[in-house]
């Protein structure tokens, strides 16, 4: 590649057209945050930088939840009266006080944009596929079709600390394979755990293939070191080169490292940037590993510490799911961690608390592969491919409705069940949540009606809000405290404002189902569920899915306010920026 290639992507036109839809996003979920109040003028919607001579104009449909529907090509910029090309480092720049954010942030989040408007411009080079035919398409390419991103955030693909070539070499849209690099630590340092019935050197066996053991091996012994000292962790290439071999050079220099090389394998990126699916072998575990790299607020590394519970959580959680009647009738099940190592450098520990990026830097896990599980006719995606459309506005959903050959109500009943119905009964018979956006689920499908929906990101991401759960020890870090109020946020924030919002609009921005009837079903499926389990009454009246309102919780304000942590893990209800209301599109239904 010549350095002219590596930016190829950033033509003018490309440039301005990813500028436009940024700000399309920016309009739209600031004014959903309430951050901006657009001014109604005629026909359109008018908001005003921090000294008033700015204006940017546009058109908009107002939907349930609070939710813009911003028309792209609708939007123009002026100041004084002349018209300015859009340009979403200026428009942050302009509303700098309206937006809140400080000296400080500003700088790093404008980069975090123009990282994202970067590869807004690469994903508008590639070949345009419709939604028609993304949905009869596999799972990977699938996954490497997406072009949003998180639906709220609007700096989304910051990844701060990739450079050009990293970029095309590791972002999951670029679809460019990657062969991870293999590591030996010194056992004194590092610890594998895993799974009841997974054994170390089988399960090794099965990951690697016993020629590439023998050459991890040959490495090791042939520095005159024993082999059975060490246990073996995968790392990141960009992690490698960047982090591991310089701010671990200590640990390299006194052998507690060696680099053992590539392995044999070939990955491709998933949409959560350091999740790696083995292409070579489909039915192989995915690979997390450690990534040092800022994206949407936090620096996307893997504790060693959480790294020891891992394996123990997800088989408590695969358990409880098995034995629940109504968790199994669903379908549900999850891709379980099965196997987790981390690496702890003591100097760094010594010298840093527990949330330290530093204590982040070395800790990989394996997951579960959902390939070899399906049955006969049946495909997967992941549910963030729900929200996508495509160039012409269409939409996965709509045209996975096409293909099912169902009612458009009929098939959101059916993915209801599969993935809202067992969300409920996990918060109303075990005060259990997750955290249940488009990347951290799969769906099953069958001729596109979704079949059953599959769980993934278990041991980082879920909670018991019971501070007095009877846990096991090994499971006890999940346990939360969060006040009574906030508690059925986990539904009405994760679930209705950050994925079901879009989705109803979407669908009905494409005249498939209307955001009433959609509602409909999202009521009809809670009372069926609540009319199915009497026995959990008391706590359907304490936690009402059918009040007035719910408070408005803002994710971006995070973001805007923190950029490098969002939020404090040792108080995660605590970081909440909750500002007034939002009409419950369940109440009175």
């Not at 979403?88 to 400080?104: N, P, R, V, W």
């Not at 942030?105 to 123009?114: G, N």
């Not at 310089?246 to 390299?252: D, K, L, S």
């Not at 040792?570 to 369940?586: H, M, V, Y």
Request: aromatic fraction near 10%; glycine fraction near 6%; charge should be negative.
């Amino acid at each position: 590649m010549t350095l002219a290639d590596s930016v190829a992507h950033l033509s003018p036109e490309r440039w301005d057209l990813a500028n436009r839809l940024l700000l399309r996003k920016a309009l739209a979920e600031f004014a959903h945050e309430r951050l901006l109040t657009p001014e109604a003028e005629g026909d359109t919607y008018v908001v005003r930088s921090d000294d008033k001579l700015t204006s940017y104009r546009f058109s908009a449909v107002r939907r349930g939840l609070d939710h813009w529907q911003v028309d792209a090509d609708s939007i123009s910029r002026s100041r004084e009266g002349a018209e300015l090309p859009l340009a979403a480092l200026d428009f942050f720049i302009e509303l700098k006080e309206t937006l809140g954010l400080s000296d400080e942030i500003l700088p790093m989040y404008l980069e975090e944009i123009s990282s994202t408007l970067s590869g807004t411009c690469y994903k508008l080079t590639k070949p345009r596929v419709s939604a028609r035919e993304l949905a009869g398409a596999s799972f990977q390419d699938i996954e490497t079709g997406m072009t949003e991103g998180h639906p709220c955030f609007v700096a989304n693909n910051g990844r701060l600390g990739f450079g050009v070539q990293e970029y095309l070499a590791y972002a999951p849209e670029t679809a460019s394979p990657v062969r991870l690099v293999w590591l030996a630590a010194h056992r004194s340092r590092a610890a594998f755990t895993a799974g009841a019935g997974v054994e170390y050197e089988e399960f090794f066996r099965r990951e690697l293939g016993e020629a590439t053991l023998e050459r991890f091996r040959g490495v090791l012994t042939g520095q005159g070191l024993d082999a059975d000292d060490y246990l073996l962790i995968p790392v990141h290439p960009w992690q490698w080169w960047n982090k591991l071999s310089v701010t671990f050079a200590a640990e390299v220099a006194r052998r507690n490292l060696v680099c053992l090389g590539e392995g044999d394998d070939e990955y491709l990126a998933q949409q959560s940037i350091r999740t790696f699916f083995n292409r070579t072998h489909p039915g192989k575990n995915y690979v997390k590993t450690a990534l040092s790299v800022l994206n949407m607020g936090f620096m996307r590394g893997l504790s060693a510490a959480y790294m020891e519970a891992t394996p123990a959580i997800n088989d408590w959680l695969a358990r409880l799911i098995e034995n629940d009647p109504v968790l199994s009738a669903t379908g549900l099940t999850i891709i379980r961690e099965q196997a987790a190592v981390g690496y702890r450098h003591l100097e760094y520990e010594r010298a840093t608390d527990r949330y330290s990026p530093y204590r982040k830097m070395l800790a990989a896990l394996w997951r579960e592969s959902p390939v070899s599980r399906l049955a006969e006719g049946e495909s997967l995606a992941t549910m963030a491919a729900l929200l996508h459309t495509d160039h012409d506005g269409a939409s996965f959903a709509g045209a996975l409705i096409e293909r099912s050959g169902q009612a458009p109500a009929d098939w959101l009943r059916g993915y209801l069940r599969a993935y809202y119905v067992p969300l409920l009964h996990s918060f109303y018979a075990y005060d259990l949540v997750f955290m249940p956006h488009g990347e951290n689920v799969i769906l099953v499908l069958e001729d596109g009606a979704v079949r059953r929906a599959v769980y993934k990101d278990i041991a980082e991401e879920i909670a018991v809000m019971d501070p007095d759960a009877a846990l096991p020890p090994e499971v006890r870090r999940i346990r939360v405290e969060v006040p009574e109020d906030k508690k059925l946020l986990s539904i009405f924030t994760d679930v209705f404002d950050c994925f079901f919002r879009f989705l109803a609009a979407n669908l009905a921005a494409d005249g498939v189902l209307t955001e009433d009837r959609f509602w409909d079903a999202v009521a009809e499926i809670t009372r069926e569920y609540q009319e199915a389990n009497p026995q959990l009454a008391e706590k359907f009246e304490r936690y009402d899915m059918f009040a007035p309102d719910f408070a408005l919780s803002c994710l971006n304000r995070l973001q805007l306010r923190n950029n490098k942590q969002m939020v404090d893990l040792a108080d995660p209800s605590g970081a909440l920026q909750l500002i007034g209301t939002l009409e419950n599109p369940l109440a009175g239904r």
